[in-house]
């Protein structure tokens, strides 16, 4: 394998942690806590909200967004490290 | 001034500012035509995809949709937000770096087969004609309902703005006209919000309001559960459908969403992978601030209505009431001849749209055929409640002209761009790659402006002669687009051994699965069945979930037992996992 061969595919491992660990994150907050545990979390209050429905209206589509810009940052970072970055 | 001339001044302006938009980014090649040149800013191509994205659906059905389904209405929510987190991880990032103009175009050469590229653009055809005949009914709509015109001719009208821009600008035109559609719409949709939420909660912001306090120190969800109980609906906080159901209907809406090629096709425009990811994250927060807000009016409007309208006098109901009422959305029927509207639990009506009689009632009421025998005397269509919140709500009349450009700007600006898939589905993926691959740059153009002229017309054929059906299958566009697209892009930038024998058989499985069950279960074909009949307890709606694992099985088995992919193919997958270069990513 040469040198700029490795250096794509340890991109690439990393990227897919990255993928991971995010993607982790939006299956938790829609499909855990606003479906799943919503039951559970609705014994909870934020306000005037339960806190299964808030995830499920509001807090998921807020997480949402956060996850796409720390992606956008992260790959940002990735690229420099690796010399993909134009 | 009056609502009307209100509405005609705003509708006017904002139609002026499009045309303006369109002579000022016409389109000289192909290039120009299908991805806008690739030289969009990520913050306009992130407004102009958040156009493209909010059809009359979201901007008129959606809130009203919420507020009758209260927490089962949350699968819209999230599976339509959550949607572009998969676009912007998996998808948007590595089809910009292959850098072509369509969706098949990524399924033909990644798949190395014109069999492949054909059933992409057979979906992307589907997908799109099923959604676009939805907006420009929606058009309509908005046109009769605001300035009294005739339906038809609203959608004629709606058919001249959308051939005017596509034609003259293709991409470019579309990709700016959206961004000022964007602006419009999204104005058009907070400001009732924030008077709304202002005159209920005292916060002016809708998404703290809906979990604020209303007048007396109760929280307003409570109440409006409280409502709920009293009149025998369902808890609003709770639901009706099943945990699962919700986690099927959610996830294909989601991975729908993802692959619905007018989405995809944007992010082709812009200069740099780096540009694609951000734009994305663009697109969604634009999106968000509607999708945030949408929930808060559901609350307020259905708390306002029942307020409204429940046990009251049907002569002292406000003007509002009757004229939907005349307009056919509203249907009253005073089954126990008390004079004062019950509205509580069960279907007011035999069947799902009132019928009416010419007669009036005792109480000047229109009368129905088909009232049912059920205590509940109101029928309320869930369209209105966006458009007439701000009548419920008291507001002045430029409010409510307001909602009416808003409406017009998010059916227009989805149509124009689903149109421009359709065009490029034909002049590009059919004509240029497969019948005539020696066409030049200058008959392409203008094979796609024919394309997009003859697509006008179907879609506006639809718009006017709506096939019953159409409703029913524009929630399952997105069910055919998990089921097909989605797996085979994945697959096919995550899964380097993925061939064409693998991809192909999945998307047909996929598609024929989906269109199977869909036909069975919404159109009662193969013997029909009702919801104790469906398969895993799931709706079609969520079946799409069930059609896409199928598809990766199906793909992953047969690519496994037949050749691996040629290593030109190999290599170009390696390729677009890599941000930077055009160029190969491997020297072997």
């Known amino acids: 394998m040469s040198e700029k061969q490795k250096n794509a595919t340890a991109y690439w491992k990393e990227n897919l942690k990255y993928l991971i660990i995010l993607l982790l994150v939006w299956f938790i907050v829609s499909f855990g806590c606003g479906i799943l545990f919503r039951e559970e979390l609705n014994e909870f209050r934020l306000g005037g909200f339960k806190l299964g429905f808030w995830f499920a209206q509001q807090g998921s589509i807020y997480v949402f967004v956060i996850l796409i810009f720390v992606y956008v940052r992260l790959m940002n970072k990735l690229d420099k490290k690796y010399g993909y970055d134009e | ?176 006209t959206q961004v000022a559609q964007y602006c419009v719409l999204i104005f058009a949709f907070m400001v009732p919000a ?73 992010f082709f425009t812009v200069p740099k992978v780096k540009d694609a990811r951000k734009s994305a994250g663009y697109a969604l927060l634009l999106i968000a601030i509607l999708y945030t807000t949408a929930p808060a009016i559901a609350v307020f409007s259905r708390t306002n209505l029942i307020e409204t309208v429940s046990d009251k006098e049907y002569a002292d109901i406000p003007v509002w ?127 796609a402006r024919i394309a997009i002229f003859v697509a006008i017309l179907i879609a506006g054929y639809f718009g006017i002669n709506p096939p019953g059906f159409v409703a029913a299958v524009v929630a399952l566009a997105f069910g055919l687009a998990a089921a097909s697209f989605f797996p085979a892009i994945i697959l096919g930038i995550f899964d380097k051994r993925m061939n064409s024998q693998g991809a192909i058989s999945g998307m047909v499985v996929g598609i024929v699965l989906m269109l199977f069950y869909m036909m069975k279960f919404k159109l009662n074909m193969f013997g029909g069945g009702t919801s104790e009949d469906w398969w895993f307890e799931t709706s079609p709606e969520g079946f799409g979930t069930i059609a896409m694992c199928v598809n990766i099985v199906i793909s992953v088995v047969v690519s496994r037992m037949t050749p691996a992919p040629p290593q030109n193919v190999q290599d170009m997958v390696e390729s677009i996992r890599i941000p930077s270069g055009a160029g190969e990513a491997s020297d072997h």
């Open chain 2, 321 to 447: 009431f009757k004229n939907w009422e005349d307009t056919g959305l509203i249907a009253w029927s005073d089954k126990n001849g008390d004079g004062k509207i019950q509205y509580v639990a069960g279907s007011s009506l035999d069947g799902k749209k009132p019928i009416y009689t010419d007669a009036r009632g005792l109480n000047g009421e229109r009368m129905i055929s088909n009232a049912s025998t059920a205590q509940n005397e109101l029928y309320v269509d869930r369209d209105i409640m966006v458009l007439a919140n701000p009548e419920i709500a008291n507001l002045p009349n430029w409010v409510i002209a307001l909602v009416a450009a808003g409406g017009l700007a998010a059916a227009l600006s989805t149509a124009a761009g689903l149109l421009l898939v359709i065009s490029t589905s034909v002049s590009h993926d059919l004509i240029k790659k497969q019948l005539r691959p020696n066409i030049s740059d200058k008959a392409e153009l203008k094979v």
């Open chain 2, 194 to 266: 924030f008077f709304i939420s202002m005159q209920m909660t005292g916060n002016i912001i809708p998404q703290l309001g809906m979990g604020g306090t209303v007048e007396g120190g109760e929280f307003l969800l409570d109440k409006l559960d409280k409502l709920h109980t009293q009149l025998g609906f369902n808890e609003y906080t709770s639901g009706t459908k099943s945990t699962w159901d919700v986690f099927a209907i959610t996830l294909a809406l989601m991975t729908g969403t993802a692959g619905l090629p007018h989405v995809i096709v944007r």
């Open chain 2, 1 to 176: 001034m009056s609502v009307q001339t209100w509405t005609w001044l705003l509708v006017g302006i904002t139609f002026a500012l499009y045309f303006g938009i369109a002579i000022w980014a016409r389109a000289g090649s192909t290039k120009e035509f299908y991805v806008a040149g690739g030289g969009v800013s990520p913050w306009a191509n992130g407004m102009a995809t958040a156009a493209d994205w909010m059809s009359a659906a979201s901007f008129i059905s959606m809130a009203g949709i919420i507020s009758f389904a209260g927490y089962d209405g949350s699968v819209y929510l999230m599976g339509w937000t959550g949607g572009y987190v998969l676009l912007a991880l998996l998808l948007a990032p590595y089809l910009r770096k292959f850098g072509k103009f369509t969706v098949p175009d990524f399924i033909g050469d990644r798949y190395y087969s014109n069999t492949a590229r054909t059933v992409a653009v057979i979906c992307a055809l589907i997908v799109s004609f099923t959604y676009v005949a939805g907006q420009m009914r929606g058009v309509g709509i908005v046109f009769s309902q605001f300035l009294q015109v005739d339906i038809n001719i609203g959608v004629i009208i709606g058919m001249t703005v959308v051939l005017t821009f596509a034609l003259l600008g293709g991409m470019k035109g579309i990709t700016y």
